[in-house]
């Protein structure tokens, strides 16, 4: 056997390895598009709070628009966001009203998610519309327990047939937790005292009682961590934001 | 080619002081192999990344004195961890570095044990002795347990909790649906505290279906169980139209009649007065009703009631509304005490219920013995008496794989579909969301499980393993045991007739829908306890679901509130300690103070209808007219010591400020100023 011969079936090998292992990553053939939009917007599904790891409560809707800014059938649109994210479907063509849905499973690290959905416009550019996503961890997850149990009644101004909100009854309104404005400006410590002390710990309502008799140890900064991670705009203990390509922090 | 071979031989081996030249340099080749690989390995390469990731940072300082280098484990004998995973993961314990995005080095989120006593394969699996990330992290030759994906990893936390917690709302749930679905009646689970899994799912005795319903029905419904109710617990067995024919065939000819489960009234039904008299008796705080719009109206207690007309039989529904205990003994439907045009006027209500479309193309002939015989075969066959009573056929043990260790199967003893990633979750949850897909020749039939239903079973059964069998008792949390009180004697009778546990829980036994009873004779006022049974009004505004009127006897309301207030006695409330009625002027308008000023209970609470608006908490009219004094006074001190998990907020109350808040709110009878217009 002489050096080429040798050479030659070990190249034979190489390639053979190579196209065996990229042949597991290999996508499914993306749909053709048979219409190119100008615009990529937002229908339905954005800041939604979920678990890590557990699928967002309402799917993911995205429309392309043409260049008069009316729905668009027929273009691919892509969605596209950290490791760990998994979309079903992660591609689709928008149906008759412009529209295409995906089923959203956040990643397994508590954040900010940021989503991409992009699509290609006439000259073959993407446009991208970046969504976020919010994963709730162990801590801020037993927060909103706390807070639908204790808090929301008041907080939350939506009434459901299962939990009337009482937010129309008060005379001076709760703020929303999810008010960044109004949560990122008072500190934890702050927060701290109001939740266990009530309102005019801070010198407001009387209508907001104090908690710290009631709440467990640990309940406290559950609470605060739960009201962080779901203000908007985000608190800068908001954690870190995971988006496509890179690990580094966006914002 | 041997030319040249022979010259390079003797170049190297040429003479003794050569050959010893060349074989002490592969020698000391050899013995640097270890010291390189252990040099090159990952983790200090990450130990690296870590140290200058660290120096850019303000704290550095601190973070380079608590950074140790080399192998770093966690050894927890009791447990059986061994857990270098802190090698490469280095600063898990840094308060500071929570906004890191890169891992490994990021703090690990806030849990409520500490990373030093139970290491972190307990929680995420995984191999805990591995130095690398793939052998750590994925599943090897030797070892087939992966990290556990986020979603499940609340199962970890089941492992040693064996009740609910606040925190694992998925394990929970879980929990659940194995016994709301009934998953445990085919399926064994002895959980690891030596008790068996019960079902919670109720499904009625077969024995005497004829009288109930017609065999069409039967067959529309074991074809597609979900056609006649989305909400249906039901499994879809995906059978032949002959065999639900056969089973149909013989479930019919198999039923046996109960005395009086039939008869229809004489009474004249009023065909205007059904749905308010539907409405009046609260059957929606139980029974679901799909409305115009597609939503479900109503609770999930009971069946949902949207087609029940193309169900039952007049006669039978009639005679179950009379009394729900002649056909079915254990029901948790209460015995209501309609009179006869009541029934009529409700049967009539409810038999208006229909789908044409139903059995619209449900013809059978009349069965044949053949198919009888087939039919109980089939009915042996699907173990349909794991679930159902069926009166000739034994329910049989062991029907389905037991569950108890189903969260530590070998991979090697599972057949996994093609495409299908080889995980034991990945597995459990295919498995729930299509069984037959894994062989047509399976009997596991098709659930209508949404996927956060799927993933939260999951959890629950992987929370089923060795290492949850094998804990040590000393880290085993014990679930509270289900109680199963039964009050005795006249009233006891009474209360399971009327089925309160339906709704109430009282010590530790009963529903949650409704208030606790465990403390009752404490809490409220003989008279008041006396009207609200002839007559439940409500107490809360915002609830839909209220407590029905049952009709009841002056004798039935005496017996029952006499056991209720000599039973139900909270041995920290003295109900007579203190008066009803005579507290100074002063008192009362402290309290009053209180009540509006410090602690602000208008924004929970109604006492003056013009001005407070309040509506969680229940409105406080005349509560000195239901509540005892001394009951009162204990709430404001300590609400949770009476009603554990209760909303209202403990706010410490002194015992001044307590006494002055009930000398206020006892003063709030209610109606008083009606009754003194009238005379």
Same mark, same amino acid.
């Given at each position: 056997m002489?050096?080429?011969a040798?050479?030659?079936l070990v190249?034979?090998?190489?390639i053979l390895?190579?196209t065996s292992? &990229?042949?597991?990553?290999?996508?499914?053939?993306l749909?053709?598009p048979?219409?190119?939009?100008?615009?990529i917007?937002?229908?339905?599904g954005?800041?939604q709070?979920?678990?890590?790891?557990?699928?967002l409560?309402? !799917?993911?809707?995205?429309?392309v628009?043409?260049?008069q800014g &009316?729905?668009?059938?027929?273009?691919?649109?892509?969605?596209?966001?950290?490791?760990?994210?998994v979309f079903?479907?992660?591609n689709g063509i928008?149906?008759?009203?412009g529209?295409?849905?995906t089923?959203?499973?956040l990643?397994?690290m508590a954040?900010?998610y940021?989503?991409i959905?992009?699509?290609?416009?006439k000259?073959?550019k993407?446009?991208?519309?970046?969504v976020?996503?919010i994963?709730?961890?162990?801590?801020?997850?037993?927060?909103?327990?706390l807070?639908?149990?204790?808090?929301?009644?008041?907080?939350?101004?939506e &009434?459901?047939?299962?939990?009337v909100?009482?937010?129309?009854?008060?005379?001076?309104?709760?703020? &929303?937790?999810?008010?960044?404005?109004t949560?990122?400006?008072?500190?934890d410590?702050?927060l701290t005292?109001?939740?266990?002390?009530?309102? !005019?710990?801070?010198?407001k309502s009387?209508?907001? !009682?104090a908690?710290?008799g009631t709440?467990?140890k640990?309940?406290? !900064?559950?609470?605060?961590a739960?009201?962080r991670?779901?203000?908007?705009?985000p608190?800068?203990?908001?954690g870190?934001?995971?988006?496509?390509l890179?690990r580094?922090?966006?914002? | 080619?041997?030319?040249?071979?022979n010259?390079?031989?003797q170049?190297?081996?040429?003479?003794?002081v050569?050959?010893?030249?060349?074989?002490?340099?592969v020698?000391?080749?050899s013995?640097a192999?270890?010291?390189?690989?252990?040099?090159?390995?990952e983790?200090?390469?990450?130990q690296h990344?870590?140290?200058?990731?660290i120096?850019n940072?303000s704290?550095?300082?601190t973070?380079q004195r608590?950074?140790?280098s080399?192998?770093?484990q966690?050894?927890l004998p009791?447990?059986?961890?061994?857990d270098?995973?802190?090698?490469?993961h280095v600063?898990l314990n840094?308060?500071?570095?929570?906004d890191?995005?890169?891992? #490994?080095?990021?703090?690990?989120?806030?849990i409520p044990?500490?990373?030093?006593e139970?290491?972190c394969?307990v929680?995420h699996?995984?191999?805990?002795?591995?130095t690398?990330?793939?052998e750590?992290?994925?599943?090897?030759? /030797?070892w087939?347990?992966?990290?556990?994906?986020?979603k499940?990893v609340?199962?970890?936390c089941?492992?040693?909790h064996?009740?609910p917690?606040?925190?694992?709302?998925?394990?929970?749930q879980?929990?659940?649906?194995?016994s709301r679905?009934?998953c445990?009646h085919?399926?064994t689970?002895?959980?690891?505290?030596g008790?068996?899994?019960?079902?919670?799912?109720?499904p009625?005795s077969?024995?005497?279906?004829?009288?109930?319903?017609s065999?069409?029905?039967?067959?529309?419904?074991?074809k597609?169980?979900?056609?006649y109710?989305?909400?249906?617990?039901?499994?879809n067995?995906k059978?032949t139209?002959?065999?639900a024919?056969?089973?149909?065939?013989?479930l019919?000819? =198999?039923s046996t009649?109960?005395?009086?489960?039939?008869?229809a009234?004489?009474?004249?039904?009023?065909p205007t007065?059904?749905?308010?008299l539907?409405?009046?008796s609260? *059957?929606?705080?139980?029974?679901?009703?799909?409305?115009a719009?597609?939503n479900?109206?109503g609770?999930n207690?009971g069946?949902?009631?949207?087609?029940?007309?193309?169900?039952?039989?007049?006669?039978w529904?009639?005679s179950?509304?009379? =009394?729900p205990?002649?056909?079915?003994?254990a029901t948790?439907?209460?015995?209501y005490?309609? =009179?006869?045009a009541q029934?009529?006027?409700?049967?009539?209500?409810?038999?208006?219920?229909t789908d044409?479309?139903l059995?619209?193309?449900?013809?059978?002939?009349?069965?044949?013995p053949?198919?009888i015989?087939?039919?109980?075969?089939?009915?042996s066959?699907?173990?349909?008496?794991?679930?159902?009573?069926?009166a000739?056929?034994?329910k049989?043990?062991n029907?389905?794989p037991e569950?108890?260790?189903?969260?530590?199967?070998?991979?090697?003893?599972l057949i996994?579909?093609?495409?299908?990633?080889?995980?034991?979750?990945?597995y459990?949850?295919?498995k729930?969301?299509q069984?037959? /897909?894994?062989s047509?020749?399976?009997?596991?039939?098709?659930?209508?499980?949404?996927t956060?239903?799927?993933?939260s079973?999951?959890t629950?059964l992987l929370?089923?393993n060795?290492?949850?069998?094998t804990?040590?008792?000393?880290?085993?949390?014990?679930?509270?045991?289900?109680?199963d009180?039964q009050?005795?004697g006249?009233?006891?009778k009474?209360?399971?007739d009327?089925?309160?546990?339906?709704?109430h829980r009282i010590?530790g036994?009963g529903?949650d829908?409704?208030?606790?009873l465990?403390w009752?004779?404490s809490s409220?006022?003989?008279?008041?306890?006396?009207?609200f049974l002839k007559n439940?009004?409500?107490?809360?505004?915002?609830l839909?679901?209220r407590? #029905?009127?049952?009709?009841?006897?002056?004798?039935?309301?005496?017996d029952l509130?006499?056991?209720?207030?000599?039973v139900?006695?909270?041995?920290?409330?003295?109900?007579d300690?203190m008066?009803?009625?005579?507290y100074?002027?002063?008192?009362v308008?402290?309290?009053?103070?209180?009540?509006?000023?410090k602690y602000?209970?208008?924004? *929970?609470?109604?006492?003056d209808p013009k001005?407070?608006k309040?509506y969680?908490?229940?409105?406080l009219?005349?509560v000195g007219?239901?509540?005892?004094? /001394?009951?009162?006074y204990q709430?404001m001190?300590n609400?949770?010591?009476?009603?554990?998990?209760?909303?209202?907020?403990?706010?410490?109350?002194?015992?001044?400020?307590?006494?002055?808040?009930?000398?206020f709110?006892?003063?709030q009878?209610g109606?008083?100023?009606?009754?003194?217009?009238k005379?």
């Amino acid at each position: 056997m002489n050096r080429s011969a040798s050479f030659v079936l070990v190249l034979i090998v190489a390639i053979l390895a190579t196209t065996s292992c &990229s042949k597991k990553n290999e996508a499914a053939p993306l749909p053709k598009p048979t219409a190119f939009g100008a615009a990529i917007v937002e229908a339905s599904g954005g800041k939604q709070v979920a678990q890590t790891g557990t699928p967002l409560p309402q !799917p993911l809707v995205v429309q392309v628009n043409d260049g008069q800014g &009316s729905a668009l059938a027929g273009a691919l649109v892509e969605f596209a966001a950290a490791s760990g994210v998994v979309f079903d479907p992660a591609n689709g063509i928008t149906d008759s009203s412009g529209q295409v849905t995906t089923n959203v499973s956040l990643g397994g690290m508590a954040g900010r998610y940021q989503i991409i959905a992009s699509t290609t416009d006439k000259s073959h550019k993407k446009i991208e519309l970046k969504v976020e996503e919010i994963a709730l961890g162990y801590q801020q997850n037993l927060g909103r327990v706390l807070a639908d149990q204790y808090c929301q009644r008041c907080h939350n101004s939506e &009434s459901t047939v299962e939990r009337v909100s009482n937010y129309d009854n008060l005379e001076v309104k709760p703020h &929303s937790f999810t008010e960044g404005d109004t949560y990122n400006k008072i500190s934890d410590a702050d927060l701290t005292a109001v939740i266990s002390h009530g309102g !005019p710990a801070l010198n407001k309502s009387a209508l907001m !009682p104090a908690w710290g008799g009631t709440l467990a140890k640990g309940d406290i !900064p559950a609470l605060i961590a739960y009201i962080r991670a779901v203000s908007d705009p985000p608190s800068h203990d908001a954690g870190a934001v995971y988006a496509k390509l890179g690990r580094h922090r966006v914002r | 080619m041997k030319e040249k071979f022979n010259s390079i031989w003797q170049r190297l081996f040429g003479d003794s002081v050569r050959a010893f030249g060349v074989v002490s340099i592969v020698f000391l080749l050899s013995l640097a192999i270890a010291p390189a690989k252990n040099f090159f390995s990952e983790w200090r390469h990450y130990q690296h990344g870590y140290l200058r990731m660290i120096r850019n940072r303000s704290e550095a300082n601190t973070l380079q004195r608590h950074f140790k280098s080399g192998i770093q484990q966690i050894w927890l004998p009791e447990l059986g961890v061994v857990d270098r995973c802190t090698s490469c993961h280095v600063g898990l314990n840094e308060a500071s570095l929570t906004d890191v995005a890169s891992q #490994p080095f990021r703090k690990h989120p806030a849990i409520p044990h500490k990373l030093d006593e139970f290491g972190c394969t307990v929680c995420h699996r995984g191999q805990g002795a591995a130095t690398t990330a793939a052998e750590a992290h994925n599943s090897t030759l /030797a070892w087939e347990q992966p990290i556990l994906p986020a979603k499940y990893v609340e199962s970890s936390c089941g492992q040693c909790h064996r009740g609910p917690l606040s925190g694992t709302p998925v394990l929970n749930q879980g929990r659940y649906l194995l016994s709301r679905y009934g998953c445990v009646h085919c399926h064994t689970v002895k959980l690891p505290d030596g008790t068996t899994m019960t079902a919670d799912d109720d499904p009625p005795s077969l024995s005497h279906i004829a009288d109930k319903t017609s065999r069409e029905w039967v067959f529309a419904w074991l074809k597609d169980p979900q056609a006649y109710s989305t909400t249906a617990t039901m499994p879809n067995f995906k059978l032949t139209d002959d065999d639900a024919r056969d089973i149909s065939a013989f479930l019919i000819a =198999n039923s046996t009649a109960v005395p009086g489960d039939a008869q229809a009234v004489s009474a004249k039904a009023d065909p205007t007065g059904g749905a308010s008299l539907y409405g009046e008796s609260f *059957c929606a705080s139980c029974h679901a009703v799909q409305n115009a719009a597609g939503n479900m109206v109503g609770g999930n207690v009971g069946p949902e009631l949207t087609r029940v007309g193309s169900k039952v039989k007049p006669e039978w529904l009639q005679s179950w509304l009379r =009394n729900p205990r002649v056909y079915d003994p254990a029901t948790a439907m209460p015995h209501y005490r309609f =009179n006869d045009a009541q029934v009529a006027t409700l049967s009539g209500f409810l038999q208006a219920k229909t789908d044409s479309d139903l059995l619209a193309n449900v013809h059978l002939d009349a069965a044949t013995p053949q198919q009888i015989t087939h039919g109980k075969r089939l009915v042996s066959d699907y173990g349909c008496a794991s679930c159902h009573e069926i009166a000739g056929i034994k329910k049989p043990e062991n029907f389905a794989p037991e569950l108890s260790r189903i969260g530590s199967k070998s991979i090697t003893q599972l057949i996994f579909l093609p495409g299908m990633p080889h995980t034991l979750p990945d597995y459990i949850a295919g498995k729930i969301k299509q069984p037959r /897909a894994f062989s047509p020749g399976l009997r596991m039939p098709q659930y209508t499980f949404t996927t956060p239903q799927i993933d939260s079973l999951t959890t629950a059964l992987l929370a089923l393993n060795d290492r949850a069998t094998t804990l040590p008792p000393s880290l085993a949390v014990a679930a509270t045991p289900e109680s199963d009180y039964q009050p005795a004697g006249k009233a006891g009778k009474l209360m399971s007739d009327l089925a309160c546990f339906s709704c109430h829980r009282i010590n530790g036994h009963g529903g949650d829908m409704a208030p606790d009873l465990t403390w009752e004779g404490s809490s409220v006022q003989r008279q008041w306890l006396v009207s609200f049974l002839k007559n439940p009004n409500t107490l809360r505004p915002a609830l839909i679901r209220r407590m #029905p009127r049952f009709n009841l006897t002056d004798g039935e309301i005496n017996d029952l509130t006499d056991y209720m207030m000599t039973v139900y006695q909270n041995p920290a409330v003295d109900r007579d300690s203190m008066p009803l009625s005579g507290y100074p002027q002063g008192q009362v308008e402290l309290g009053k103070q209180l009540f509006y000023g410090k602690y602000s209970c208008q924004g *929970c609470h109604i006492v003056d209808p013009k001005s407070d608006k309040g509506y969680i908490g229940p409105t406080l009219t005349q509560v000195g007219s239901r509540l005892t004094a /001394a009951w009162i006074y204990q709430w404001m001190k300590n609400p949770q010591s009476l009603r554990p998990g209760t909303v209202e907020p403990n706010r410490a109350m002194s015992d001044d400020d307590a006494r002055a808040v009930t000398a206020f709110l006892i003063s709030q009878k209610g109606g008083g100023s009606k009754e003194t217009a009238k005379k």
